[in-house]
């Protein structure tokens, strides 16, 4: 990508005119050594150094991304300079602006505090009795070098001021590599209170680092429940239940068959929420008698044109869905993972409020 980009806008008049082929190619050799220093000093490693070497890397490879799809679209419709002759290095002029465009965009956006998007939904087996019960979901804050107790504290009062009765925490709360400032974090999310509690599934990011037993260590310290392969009934006709997410690098990611279904297994009557880190296995938890599936991981893809890629792996991406009558809601989580970045959408804590069947929501 570096090498086309240099090749690409080394033709472009107004950069021709200004810098030789000489100083073009010592800044991207210049970029090229930030992208890896940080990818391979300051990734898995504590310390304001090897924070702000992975910041830099992490910004520049999304943004280097969205340039080098910029200019690949621009070359595309010149035919890589066969149409408009001269005219298309112009066109790959303007391609390089709106590259830098849309990746200001994505670093504003990626910035800014998630939105807080709200569901109304009809579940079976709810009690009339918990008609109108507020869920509020956090998935993929991704706590860590790139964003910190700080971020944390406020996306906490963001949650506290909807007044939810359940809190649920999708996984991929806490970057399991990270190990500075746990203290801190566990101390913001022991903030989060809810009259039915706040419960909580690993992602695949927090056994990132992590031997098994240290991966719930910030879940301890702040008193929250994991549950992990198991459930709890919160009240009489409603039970939360939660799996692990599938152990192993970031191409596993199925949920092992009859995880679901074994999880269930001896649970009273009610309507049964199931918290999974991966939107995996909806159709083994519509089968199983859930009632309401709750998901994360995917980011919505985060930024363009990813999420085109991501869809190739991911059924389901963002937003509801409908499983054999079972809905579905997957969060594009409410922090990022990689680049403080997003294009188009800004993150979101989910607000769902469940209704009973027999009862019209408003």
């Known amino acids: 990508m570096h090498a086309y980009v240099l090749w690409r806008i080394s033709s472009v008049p107004y950069i021709k005119r200004r810098l030789r082929l000489r100083h073009l190619l010592l800044i991207m050799l210049i970029l090229w050594a930030a992208f890896f220093s940080g990818i391979f000093f300051g990734h898995d490693r504590n310390g304001i150094l090897a924070s702000s070497l992975e910041t830099v890397a992490m910004t520049w490879m999304a943004s280097l991304f969205l340039i080098f799809t910029c200019i690949l679209i621009a070359d595309i419709i010149t035919c890589f300079g066969f149409f408009m002759g001269r005219h298309a290095a112009h066109v790959r002029g303007w391609a390089l602006i709106a590259g830098a465009i849309l990746s200001a965009t994505a670093i504003i956006q990626g910035h800014r505090a998630p939105a807080i998007d709200r569901f109304d939904l009809q579940i079976n087996h ?16 991704h706590i860590g070098s790139q964003i910190g107790d700080k971020w944390l504290t406020a996306r906490v009062a963001q949650v506290e001021k909807q007044k939810p009765d359940l809190i649920v925490l999708l996984g991929d709360i806490v970057e399991g590599r990270s190990q500075d400032n746990q203290s801190a974090f566990a101390t913001a999310l022991s903030q989060l209170k809810a009259p039915l509690g706040v419960y909580g599934v690993l992602g695949n990011h927090e056994y990132y680092g992590n031997r098994d037993d240290g991966v719930s260590s910030v879940y301890d310290k702040a008193s929250i429940p994991l549950l992990r392969g198991a459930w709890k009934e919160l009240e009489p006709g ?39 880190h ?26 363009w ?28 989580g409410a922090g990022t993972w990689g680049p403080r970045m997003r294009l188009w ?6 607000l769902v409020t469940l209704h009973a069947k027999n009862k019209k929501v408003k």
């Open 126 to 141: 709810l009690p009339e009795n918990l008609d109108g019960t507020v869920i509020a979901a956090l998935a993929d804050l």
């Open 238 to 276: 409603l039970i939360l239940a939660g799996v692990d997410p599938p152990q192993g690098r970031m191409g596993k990611r199925d949920l092992a068959p009859g995880s679901i279904s074994s999880t269930l297994k001896g649970r009273p009557e009610g309507a049964v929420i199931l918290l999974s």
């Open 345 to 350: 959408k800004p993150g979101e804590i989910v």
């Open 305 to 332: 044109p990813f999420n085109w890629i991501e869809r190739s792996f991911y059924k389901l991406m963002e937003g509801e869905y409908n499983i054999n009558g079972m809905p579905v809601i997957v969060s594009r």
């Open 278 to 303: 991966f939107p995996q296995g909806a159709e083994e938890a519509a089968k199983s008698g859930v009632d309401l599936m709750l998901s994360g991981h995917t980011h919505g893809g985060q930024i």
